[in-house]
Structures are given as structure tokens and as C-alpha cells.
């Protein structure tokens, strides 16, 4: 069995913003280290991947629920869902960000944490189409949520790359 990363530090600290039973997509979660966070803080997650072997070892926990789900050349399956919370790492594909934004339901957070140029000279991802620009993620939430905090730049653990990370919540507007 592979070991399993612990989950993200950025991943962790906001995980205290969600209410009781939160609902919340995991979305591309892979082996699952932020379903199994948040389904032991007694969240309702929803884990979603490409990858139906990386879902098997999540389908027994607590409060969590599996779906196989090609995001990038599937359909989208989540046209009328809304959850208190959507966590994505290490992910991106700028197509499905509006309709991340849209799962948020009022009230909703947002933990998002990938890649940015830069990272290039540590290794993968190097490809640009997966690599946000400096402030991007900033540009993408700009008059749809409130930024609770942000960062980029370099990171040593768990290894030595660049990052960009937000938390954001939407307002008292509603869904987009």
C-alpha cells in the first residue's frame, strides 16, 4: 500500500472555518489525504478523482462518498450540487474554475493550493497550462468571493517548489 502524504498545512488551517458536518468536494483528490482530514472532523465529503483505484481505499470512511469522474473530458457532474466547502491541491485546469466557483454554496469556502510559473526549475508540473501566473488565483475570485487570505512564492516542505494558495468565501450574494 502506498504511504499517504499528510495533508496540506494551508489545507489544515482553514479546515477550522467549516462548520459542523460541513459538506465538501474534494475535487482530483487522489490517494485522498484531505478526504480522510476532513471525513475525521466529522465533515460529509464528497472525493473525486480520474482515478477509480486512488478512490477504492476512501469509499469505507466515515461520511465519505466516492465518484469516478473524467473533469477535464467527461461531463461535468456537478451542474445543480452545492457544498459549504471545495478543497482543491495540486490541480489545475482553468476551464473548470466557474464552475468550482459556482459549487459554492452562500457562505461557502473555498481552499485552493497548486503550482505557479516558477516551479519549472524544481520539477513537475513545468508545463505553463498547468501553472498559475503570479496573482491568478486572485484574479479568478476578484468580485465573487472575499479573500481570507493568500499566498505564493516558494515553499520548501514537503518539497521545494512554488505555490500559490487561497482561502475565499462567498458572500451573502448567493451562488454565481
Known amino acids: 500500500m502506498t504511504s499517504i502524504e499528510p495533508a496540506s498545512p494551508w489545507v489544515e488551517r482553514f ?6 458536518k460541513a459538506s465538501v468536494l474534494d475535487l482530483a483528490c ?19 478523482d480520474c482515478d477509480a483505484a486512488l478512490l477504492e481505499p476512501l469509499a ?7 465518484r469516478c469522474a473524467d473533469m477535464e473530458a467527461g461531463p461535468w457532474p456537478y451542474f445543480s450540487a452545492a457544498y459549504d466547502a471545495v478543497i482543491v491541491t495540486r490541480y489545475l485546469y482553468r476551464p473548470l474554475i466557474p464552475a468550482i466557483l ?16 516558477g516551479n519549472e526549475v524544481f520539477g513537475k508540473p513545468s508545463n505553463p497550462e498547468y501553472l498559475l501566473r503570479s496573482g ?14 493568500f499566498e505564493q512564492g516558494r515553499v520548501d516542505l514537503p518539497k521545494p517548489a512554488m505555490i500559490q494558495r487561497i482561502c475565499a468565501i462567498r458572500g451573502q450574494t448567493g451562488r454565481l
Open 15 to 20: 479546515a477550522s472555518l467549516l462548520s459542523a
Open 60 to 66: 469505507g470512511l466515515s461520511g465519505v462518498t466516492t
Open 136 to 149: 491568478e488565483l486572485l484574479d479568478l475570485v476578484k468580485g465573487r468571493l472575499t479573500v481570507v487570505a
Open 102 to 117: 459556482r459549487l459554492l454554496d452562500t457562505g461557502g469556502i473555498l481552499i485552493y493550493e497548486t503550482f505557479m510559473v
Open 30 to 48: 487522489g490517494h485522498g489525504r484531505h478526504t480522510r482530514l476532513l471525513s475525521s472532523l466529522g465533515h460529509k465529503v464528497e472525493a473525486v
